[in-house]
């Protein structure tokens, strides 16, 4: 049983948005941080975000600005909001939850025109 679940990635244009999320399915998180990394093709793994229980967040100089990352603690679900992107978002984007250290099984995202 997948201890994280993504969806919500697919194929959008340049300068359009898409909203990620990922679930424990019914389990609260165990740690204080969830986040968000990608892999394009050929490249490693990359952080994306992260958000605290308390809210507070952090962004990779990539993303500062276009994306927003929150989190809903009472139904164990984190979102990522990606606005206004470009063909190098193009990856697949995995949610990690810090210290148990699960990762989903990733949803791809993909910008092209």
């Known amino acids: 049983q997948a201890q994280l679940v993504e969806s919500g990635g697919g194929l959008v244009q340049p300068g359009g948005s898409l909203r990620l999320s990922c679930t424990t399915s019914?389990?609260?998180?165990?740690?204080?941080?969830v986040g968000w990394f990608r892999q394009a093709p050929g490249q490693e793994r990359k952080f994306v975000a992260r958000i605290y229980r308390s809210k507070v967040a952090n962004y990779s100089d990539a993303v500062k600005g276009r994306f927003t990352i929150s989190r809903d603690n009472s139904k164990s679900t984190v979102f990522l909001q990606m606005n206004n992107l470009q063909p190098e978002d193009t990856a697949a984007y995995y949610c990690?939850?810090?210290?148990?250290?699960?990762w989903g099984q990733g949803t791809q995202v993909t910008v092209s025109s």
């Open positions: 019914g389990r609260p998180f165990s740690v204080e941080a």
């Open positions: 990690f939850e810090f210290g148990s250290l699960y």
